[in-house]
């Protein structure tokens, strides 16, 4: 357990000065930006949200229904405010934000967490129960349900679709059926398909990610301009703080894009060892929670890992031309303080499931016992 958590550590902090680098490189030539005054700011209140989470006793969200069920309200709450007209902040066409200047903060992704401790205490509470249609079905449905709800009207699809994702493995994993989760997955897949076909935007994406080249000046244009950055950089990069296709060409390079600024930057070599950081990361994690103490820190770890894996995953095939755009950050590098905070959160929950783990541990050999009795258990 030791080498799990000091790998997570290490792949953590690695993850994170990384972003701090590319975030003061992606400044370069825009006066205006202040990347590397917000970002240290959400940085250190990430850091103590993650120092308290390995602190706190993560058992004790388990100990009363009241607990994760009034956290999973507030965060429903945050949502619904979201859009309340002069309340949300509205960015590009989508009211996500709650706040005022550069310090809006986005409650969908404080819902990921809320709803991830809900379903995890659900999956523990009622898991004799899951085989059924009506308490592995229909009763968890009725909160993922608000939830996705309320963040698909911000809109926003991508998380959406990514906090189904992870609340169907987190169901899967307290064993409602397979089918009955592969039923609603098609389900969902057939209503959003319906959905894109009536959404313009959307219908235009989905259009530009089966031909980016002949979209290339249109709705292609964000994800082709950052495959020629991952492509310009080759194995080697341009060298920090040369990429050329952060200079107007790629929108949202700090953000979303991120990663064409590293391929550009520092080359396939460094957005390989990026890649392998974050599969040691869900390594560890799944490691983390296949020896929790408990079923519902087996949840919660198991929760918690996918999360992180879909999103980064997501975020990378946004970027490479393999995904739709989809508009999710990459975790601990992009730029943006409510994600920022709650990985960082994440991972100290990760911590403090890890610190109450059961590990069988070795037994020191005896110097003074015989052969035969070296490592024998009475």
Known sequence: MKAATTLLFICVIGLLALGMVMLFSASTGQTEAKYLVRQPIWAGLGLVACLTATLFNYQWLKKHWTI??????????LLALVLVPHVGVTRNGATRWIGR????????????????ILLAWYGERFQKRLHTIRWGVLGPGLFVGAALLLIF??????????????????????????????????GGLAGLWYMIQRDPVRGDRWLAFLDPEKHKEGAAYQTYQGMVAMGTGGVQGLGLGDGRQKLGFVPEHHTDFILSVIGEELGLIAT???????????????????????????LLGAGITSLIAFQAAINMGVVTGSLPNKGLALPLISYGGSN????????????????????????????????????SVS
């Open 272 to 298: 390989l060892l990026v890649v392998l950081a974050y599969v040691a990361v869900i390594l560890c994690g799944i490691y983390i929670s296949w020896h929790s103490h408990d079923t519902f820190g087996m």
């Open 101 to 116: 200047g550069a310090f809006g903060v986005q409650p969908s992704e404080f819902t990921k967490l809320a709803l991830i």
């Open 340 to 375: 920022l905070v709650l990985m960082l959160g994440c991972i100290g929950m990760l911590l403090s499931i890890a610190r109450r783990a059961v590990v069988p541990e070795a037994l020191p050999r005896n110097p003074f016992a015989g052969p035969s009795a070296a490592g």
């Open 153 to 186: 009207k911000e809109p926003d699809w991508g998380t959406t679709v990514l906090l189904a994702a992870v609340s169907g493995v987190l169901l899967f994993l307290a064993g409602t059926r397979w089918y009955y989760l592969g039923a609603g997955a098609i």
């Open 68 to 77: 994760p069920v009034a956290l999973f309200l507030v965060s429903l709450g």
